[in-house]
C-alpha cells in the first residue's frame, strides 16, 4: 500500500560557515572534474550501448524460443539489462549529466526510464526536489514516506504490521516498480495536474506521459497481438522478470540511505541543526564506493554521498571522489558511511529489524530518565 502524498515539509538548513565542507569538496574536485569530464561522458554512452545491446539480444533470444526454464531466463536478463539503461545513463540525464544539451538529457531520461515504464519527468522532479533536497526526512523525502507497510525512521508512527517488515520487506520491493508504474505514476500525475497545471496538464507533458506507457507496453505486452503466444505463460513471465528487476533496483538504492549508521534528523520547527552538505554525509552510505566493478554495473548509486553532494557530474568519476570525501569529512569529524555491498544490504535488513519494534510511548521514556539534581543556590 502507498502512501497519499501531503504537500512537503519545506526544512531549514543551517547557513554554511566558509570554508564549508560542501566548498572545500568541490573545490578540491574541480580541476579532476573538467579535464575528465568529456571523457566520462563518452564512457557513459559506451555503457549505455553495451547494455541495450545485450537487452535486446536476450529480448529477441526469448521471443525466438520455445517456451520453458530457458525463455524466463532470458526474460529476466534481458529485464535487468534493460534496468540498467535508467540506472547507467537515464539518472545522469535527470541531473543534466549525461549530455551538455538540455534536449538530449531529457529525451534519454524519458527513454530509459520508459523502458521500465517509469514517468521519468515525474521522477525527476520528485527524485530532485524531495529526495536530494531532505533526504531522510520524514514528511519531505518520498523515498522514506513512500508506504506505510515500511516503518523507515523513528519518526514515523508503528503500525503492529511493521512487527514483520525485516520479512516482507523484499517482497514489496518487488512490487515496487510495477506499482509505480501501473498506479502510483497516475496518481501523481493528476496531483501535478491539479497543483501546477501549466507545466503538467499540457498537451505536450500528456503525450509524455502516455509515450512512456507505450515504450514499455511495446514490450510488454505487444508481442501477444503479433506473435503466436500463450497469453498466460507469457504474462507469468513478464512479470517474473519485472518483479526481478524491480527488486534489483530498489535494493541496490535503499541501503544508501535507510541504512543503520545513517542519521534521520528530526526538528519539530523545521529548523535543522547543520547546514545541506553535512546533512547529505549524515543520511549517505557508500557501498564499494572506488569499486570500477560496482560503477560499471550501477551507475555510481554506490558512491552515493558523491552523487548527492555533486549530481550534475557524470557517475564514471565518482570513484575518485570518494577519497576527497574522506578526508574532508574527517576534518570536520562527520561520519563518512562506507561499507562493503554486503555491509550495505545486512545494515538496511537492521535497520528494518530496529523499526520493527513497538517504542515505547514518551511517558515511559521519561519515567526511565534519571531525575537531574537541583544545584543549590
Same mark, same amino acid.
Given at each position: 500500500?502507498?502512501?497519499?502524498?501531503?504537500?512537503?515539509?519545506?526544512?531549514?538548513?543551517?547557513?554554511?560557515?566558509?570554508?564549508?565542507?560542501?566548498?572545500?569538496?568541490?573545490?578540491?574536485?574541480?580541476?579532476?572534474?573538467?579535464?575528465?569530464?568529456?571523457?566520462?561522458?563518452?564512457?557513459?554512452?559506451?555503457?549505455?550501448?553495451?547494455?541495450?545491446?545485450?537487452?535486446?539480444?536476450?529480448? %529477441?533470444?526469448?521471443?525466438?524460443?520455445?517456451?520453458?526454464?530457458?525463455?524466463?531466463?532470458?526474460?529476466?536478463?534481458?529485464?535487468?539489462?534493460?534496468?540498467?539503461?535508467?540506472?547507467?545513463?537515464?539518472?545522469?540525464?535527470?541531473?543534466?549529466?549525461?549530455?551538455?544539451?538540455?534536449?538530449?538529457?531529457?529525451?534519454?531520461?524519458?527513454?530509459?526510464?520508459?523502458?521500465?515504464?517509469?514517468?521519468?519527468?515525474?521522477?525527476?522532479?520528485?527524485?530532485?526536489?524531495?529526495?536530494?533536497?531532505?533526504?531522510?526526512?520524514?514528511?519531505?523525502?518520498?523515498?522514506?514516506?513512500?508506504?506505510?507497510?515500511?516503518?523507515?525512521?523513528?519518526?514515523?508512527?508503528?503500525?503492529?504490521?511493521?512487527?514483520?517488515?525485516?520479512?516482507?520487506?523484499?517482497?514489496?520491493?518487488?512490487?515496487?516498480?510495477?506499482?509505480?508504474?501501473?498506479?502510483?505514476?497516475?496518481?501523481?500525475?493528476?496531483?501535478?495536474?491539479?497543483?501546477?497545471?501549466?507545466?503538467?496538464?499540457?498537451?505536450?507533458?500528456?503525450?509524455?506521459?502516455? %509515450?512512456?506507457?507505450?515504450?514499455?507496453?511495446?514490450?510488454?505486452?505487444?508481442?501477444?497481438?503479433?506473435?503466436?503466444?500463450?497469453?498466460?505463460?507469457?504474462?507469468?513471465?513478464?512479470?517474473?522478470?519485472?518483479?526481478?528487476?524491480?527488486?534489483?533496483?530498489?535494493?541496490?538504492?535503499?541501503?544508501?540511505?535507510?541504512?543503520?549508521?545513517?542519521?534521520?534528523?528530526?526538528?519539530?520547527?523545521?529548523?535543522?541543526?547543520?547546514?545541506? %552538505?553535512?546533512?547529505?554525509?549524515?543520511?549517505?552510505?557508500?557501498?564499494?564506493?572506488?569499486?570500477?566493478?560496482?560503477?560499471?554495473?550501477?551507475?555510481?548509486?554506490?558512491?552515493?554521498?558523491?552523487?548527492?553532494?555533486?549530481?550534475?557530474?557524470?557517475?564514471?568519476?565518482?570513484?575518485?571522489?570518494?577519497?576527497?570525501?574522506?578526508?574532508?569529512?574527517?576534518?570536520?569529524?562527520?561520519?563518512?558511511?562506507?561499507?562493503?555491498?554486503? %555491509?550495505?544490504?545486512?545494515?538496511?535488513?537492521?535497520?528494518?529489524?530496529?523499526?520493527?519494534?513497538?517504542?515505547?510511548?514518551?511517558?515511559?521514556?521519561?519515567?526511565?530518565?534519571?531525575?537531574?539534581?537541583?544545584?543549590?543556590?
Amino acid at each position: 500500500m502507498m502512501q497519499a502524498q501531503p504537500k512537503p515539509r519545506q526544512y531549514r538548513f543551517q547557513k554554511p560557515q566558509p570554508p564549508s565542507f560542501l566548498e572545500r569538496v568541490r573545490g578540491r574536485a574541480a580541476a579532476m572534474i573538467r579535464a575528465d569530464e568529456a571523457a566520462a561522458r563518452r564512457s557513459i554512452w559506451i555503457k549505455a550501448a553495451l547494455w541495450a545491446v545485450i537487452g535486446a539480444v536476450a529480448y %529477441g533470444a526469448m521471443l525466438s524460443s520455445e517456451p520453458g526454464v530457458g525463455t524466463i531466463g532470458l526474460g529476466i536478463l534481458a529485464a535487468l539489462a534493460l534496468t540498467m539503461l535508467p540506472i547507467n545513463i537515464g539518472h545522469d540525464a535527470a541531473h543534466g549529466a549525461a549530455s551538455k544539451s538540455p534536449l538530449v538529457n531529457d529525451l534519454l531520461m524519458v527513454a530509459t526510464f520508459g523502458v521500465l515504464g517509469i514517468s521519468g519527468r515525474l521522477w525527476r522532479h520528485r527524485h530532485i526536489h524531495n529526495h536530494h533536497m531532505f533526504s531522510n526526512l520524514e514528511g519531505a523525502d518520498t523515498d522514506v514516506d513512500a508506504t506505510i507497510l515500511l516503518r523507515m525512521t523513528p519518526h514515523h508512527p508503528w503500525l503492529p504490521i511493521h512487527r514483520f517488515q525485516a520479512f516482507y520487506a523484499p517482497l514489496l520491493y518487488g512490487v515496487a516498480v510495477p506499482l509505480r508504474v501501473y498506479v502510483m505514476d497516475w496518481y501523481s500525475l493528476a496531483i501535478a495536474r491539479k497543483d501546477d497545471p501549466a507545466k503538467w496538464a499540457t498537451p505536450r507533458m500528456t503525450a509524455f506521459f502516455i %509515450g512512456t506507457k507505450a515504450i514499455h507496453l511495446s514490450l510488454a505486452i505487444a508481442p501477444l497481438f503479433v506473435l503466436d503466444l500463450a497469453v498466460l505463460p507469457w504474462l507469468g513471465g513478464y512479470l517474473i522478470s519485472y518483479m526481478a528487476a524491480s527488486t534489483l533496483l530498489t535494493l541496490i538504492l535503499v541501503g544508501t540511505h535507510i541504512h543503520e549508521e545513517a542519521a534521520f534528523p528530526h526538528a519539530e520547527d523545521d529548523r535543522l541543526e547543520h547546514d545541506w %552538505g553535512q546533512h547529505v554525509v549524515m543520511t549517505s552510505c557508500d557501498w564499494a564506493p572506488e569499486s570500477r566493478i560496482a560503477a560499471f554495473f550501477f551507475g555510481g548509486l554506490n558512491a552515493h554521498t558523491s552523487h548527492h553532494l555533486m549530481p550534475n557530474v557524470p557517475h564514471t568519476l565518482y570513484t575518485r571522489l570518494s577519497p576527497i570525501l574522506q578526508e574532508e569529512a574527517e576534518r570536520d569529524g562527520l561520519p563518512y558511511h562506507r561499507m562493503s555491498m554486503f %555491509g550495505m544490504l545486512a545494515g538496511h535488513y537492521r535497520h528494518l529489524r530496529a523499526m520493527s519494534v513497538r517504542p515505547e510511548p514518551v511517558a515511559a521514556q521519561a519515567a526511565k530518565t534519571p531525575a537531574q539534581p537541583i544545584a543549590a543556590e
